[in-house]
Nanobody, 129 residues
């Protein structure tokens, strides 16, 4: 069973960069399709980026394209989200999640979070102006 734990959140000034991590444990099987999502109080959770290990495909929400990069360590233990050119509106709790059935990554809507069935506890990112 896949277990996920986020880390690396913190406070950064607008225009700065931050890399957050998601440690994968328990089983790597079922973690091939993983994503980052975020939520601010009073708003719905939104998708940020998704990565599918097999073909190495990635997908991004329009509002982070060109600024954020999702990647995975060669030993598969960690999934990263590199965030550059951060803005105050990027302030949120960031969660990583896995779709153990890979269905999301095989669909036409990989950023649709309804298929992600394993979630971490989140790491807070705060961007100050």
């Amino acid at each position: 069973q896949v277990k996920l734990e986020e880390s690396g959140g913190g406070s950064v000034q607008a225009g700065g960069s931050l890399r957050i991590s998601c440690t994968v444990s328990g089983s790597f099987f079922g973690s091939e399709c993983m994503g980052w999502f975020r939520q601010t109080p009073g708003k719905e959770r939104e998708s940020v980026a998704v990565r599918y290990d097999g073909p190495g495909e990635t997908w991004y929400a329009d509002f982070v394209k060109g600024r954020f990069t999702i990647s995975r360590a060669r030993n598969l233990t960690t999934v990263f989200l590199q965030m550059d050119s951060l803005a105050p509106e990027d302030t949120a709790m960031y969660y990583c999640a896995a779709d153990s059935t890979f269905g999301s990554c095989l669909s036409t809507r990989p950023l649709d979070m309804s298929g992600y069935n394993t979630w971490g506890q989140g790491t807070q990112v705060t961007v100050t102006s």
